[in-house]
Nanobody
Framework: QVQLVESGGDSVQAGGSLRLSCAAS????????MGWYRQAPGKQRELVAR???????NYADSVKDRVTISRDSAKDTVYLQLNSLKPEDTAVYYC????????WGKGTLVTVSA
């Protein structure tokens, strides 16, 4: 089992920045991929970015110029840096771990006002 706890969500104005954190615990040795997803009201959950165990990254086209995913292996934590935030970035952001199963955190809310 892997436990994931997200933090860093906040209410910001358009153009602002946030850094989200996802702390992993439990059977973290089994994790191959860590990712950030988001779900806006009335919409399906979508991939924002992910990072593999060898450091390869993937980004959604809608955010790739404004978002950076990174990890601190020593802290078992993955980060999502969000820049130039737009109102359409408003969503609950979820962390996901894959490897030996699929695990989700409970999410952290990002609200961007115009």
């Amino acid at each position: 089992q892997v436990q994931l706890v997200e933090s860093g969500g906040d209410s910001v104005q358009a153009g602002g920045s946030l850094r989200l954190s996802c702390a992993a615990s439990g059977s973290i040795f089994s994790i191959n991929v860590m990712g950030w997803y988001r779900q806006a009201p009335g919409k399906q959950r979508e991939l924002v970015a992910r990072i593999t165990s060898d450091g390869s990254t993937n980004y959604a086209d809608s955010v790739k110029d404004r978002v950076t995913i990174s990890r601190d292996s020593a802290k078992d934590t993955v980060y999502l840096q969000l820049n130039s935030l737009k109102p359409e970035d408003t969503a609950v952001y979820y962390c996901r771990a894959q490897g030996g199963g699929s695990y989700w955190g409970k999410g952290t809310l990002v609200t961007v006002s115009a």
